[in-house]
């Protein structure tokens, strides 16, 4: 379901914060309905990447776009309108930790719909379950896991059914199944829903079975742009690095 | 320096714009009413009891020594209502309710809670600031009223009790020596103390980076700049209410 309309565009981005350098001038462009997923190494900036396409961050100079508007031409309320679009799976969860796990999914809706009680108690059941909960509603964060957190933060993500879904390491601290399943759902997202996802990750196996369009971070710059197949093939020595480690299953002993 | 300063007047700003209209959830109040009101009177109870009665053995000593210790009912009084009431009121609400601000807003900075806020396009200036400065502001007036009175009892209760002053002449002098502009006066200073610990508290928490540590960091910083506050501001509201009361009331 892709079509060729430019839905988020990041033009000569630099961002610094007290001084270091995180991003040294990236050029990206997301489309609509795209699965984009960013790989890299640790504190390379693929957060920091995410967050300047939800415009939680400005850029130090350049300017990232979202439908042709760029997040600084936003009034303050005109941003939170815009961020209703988006579905935002943090890295440790984000949970509200004073609200219940049903308080944390019905959230979003109670703040930004008018639907009745019961039908968000259906919602919240949906959700939890496409993520593969159950009958955890009265809990507290604190009293599950920390990869049920994170299946309960993208349980709130999609709540509100939003258009772009932005994933932060959703399957790392995932067993093997329920990290199958994320993945799943998220091509699930993209192909009956056109979400556009931006996932960034360090699973490789996630990597290549979610994308269209892989970007590979590297000290500031974006070293490799492309598809799951052109990654694979990939002759840049860093990219080389980065993926084989996770391409050899087995230690021959 | 600067750029803290200016970054907590942006905040302050923000935070009288995010007040008018104000968030409608009544949880989110009744959460803070029963945090910074209900749970606060045992303390203000208890603190507030004692200055007083701390209040007339002073008063009684010094007095005695003049041989006018039948007066001391309004020197108990009067400072407590318009100086000592507001300023441990004040204080105590800064220990047990402010630093607890700074805490949970400081924690939900770190875990990315807040910018989850902003992710669902929902401003946490008019969730999570907001509610709080309200209340806070609401309610110090009240707990102040509740501390003069225990203070005024207790002082009572020591002077007459203890000290054996006769217990109409002690009431007869107070009335006399006591105006209501001294109650006007202590109520407007909690007011201010109430804005300022949760405007100080709320900002620091707000702007926490660092993880545990940070939030800790937070945390100090925010007691030690709104004692500060507190303390100098108190002096000066005192001016302006000394001359509001010789030019315009006396």
């Not at chain 1, 795209?34 to 939680?56: D, P």
């Not at chain 2, 009790?161 to 006066?185: G, L, V």
């Not at chain 2, 500060?228 to 009331?249: A, C, D, E, L």
């Amino acid at each position: 379901m892709l079509d060729n309309s430019s839905y988020i565009e990041m033009k000569g981005v630099h961002k610094e914060f007290d001084g270091l350098k995180v991003l040294k001038g990236l050029d990206l462009e997301v489309k609509k309905g795209e699965t984009l997923v960013i790989i890299g190494g640790s504190g390379t900036g693929k957060s920091v990447m995410i967050k300047l396409m939800i415009g939680l961050y400005q850029p130090t100079s350049g300017s990232v776009k979202f439908c042709g508007k760029s997040w600084d031409e936003l009034s303050s309320h005109e941003a939170d309108i815009t961020r209703q679009k988006f579905g935002y799976v943090f890295q440790g969860g984000a949970l509200f930790d004073s609200l219940n796990i049903k308080e944390n999914v019905a959230f979003p809706l109670r703040e930004h719909t008018s639907k009745s009680e019961d039908e968000i108690d259906g919602i919240v059941k949906t959700c939890l379950a496409n993520v593969g909960l159950f009958d955890i509603e009265h809990k507290f964060p604190s009293q599950i896991s920390g990869g049920m957190q994170k299946r309960v933060s993208l349980a709130r993500a999609l709540s509100l059914r939003p258009e772009i879904l932005l994933y932060d390491e959703p399957t790392t601290g995932l067993d093997p199944v329920n990290s199958q399943k994320i993945n799943k759902l998220i091509v699930e997202m993209n192909e009956s829903r056109s979400v556009t996802s931006i996932v960034v990750t360090h699973d490789m196996q996630s990597a290549l079975y979610v994308a269209d369009k892989i970007v590979m971070l590297y000290q500031g710059h974006l070293i490799f742009q492309g598809s799951t197949a052109e990654l694979l093939q990939s002759e840049v020595e860093e990219t080389r690095k980065f993926i084989e480690p996770s391409l050899i299953h087995v230690r021959r002993k | 320096m600067i750029k803290g300063l200016s970054q907590f007047i942006k905040f302050a700003g923000g935070t009288v714009r995010s007040i008018f209209p104000p968030y409608c959830r009544f949880s989110f109040y009744y959460k803070q009413f029963i945090d910074v009101g209900v749970k606060s009177i045992p303390i203000v109870l208890i603190v507030g009891a004692f200055v007083g009665m701390v209040l007339a053995v002073m008063t009684y000593k010094q007095f005695s020594k003049l041989g006018i210790e039948s007066l001391v009912g309004p020197f108990i009084a009067v400072p407590m209502v318009s100086q000592l009431g507001p300023i441990m009121t004040a204080l105590m609400i800064l220990c047990r309710v402010g630093s607890a601000m700074t805490a949970e807003l400081g924690t939900m900075r770190v875990t990315e809670q807040i910018d989850a806020l902003h992710c669902f396009g929902i401003n946490p200036m008019k969730t999570l600031v907001a509610p709080r400065v309200i209340v806070c502001a609401a309610l110090l007036p009240a707990l102040t009223v509740i501390s003069d009175m225990i203070g005024i009892l207790g002082g009572w209760m020591i002077s007459v009790q203890f000290f054996e002053i006769n217990s109409h002449f002690y009431m007869d002098q107070t009335k006399k020596y006591f105006e209501s502009f001294d109650i006007f006066t202590g109520i407007a200073k909690a007011f201010f103390f109430g804005v300022i610990i949760s405007v100080v508290c709320c900002y620091k928490g707000f702007y926490s980076k660092g993880g545990a540590s940070g939030v800790g960091n937070s945390i100090m910083q925010a007691v030690v700049v709104s004692f500060i506050m507190i303390i100098v501001s108190n002096f000066f509201m005192s001016m302006v209410g000394q001359y509001i009361w010789q030019h315009y009331v006396r």
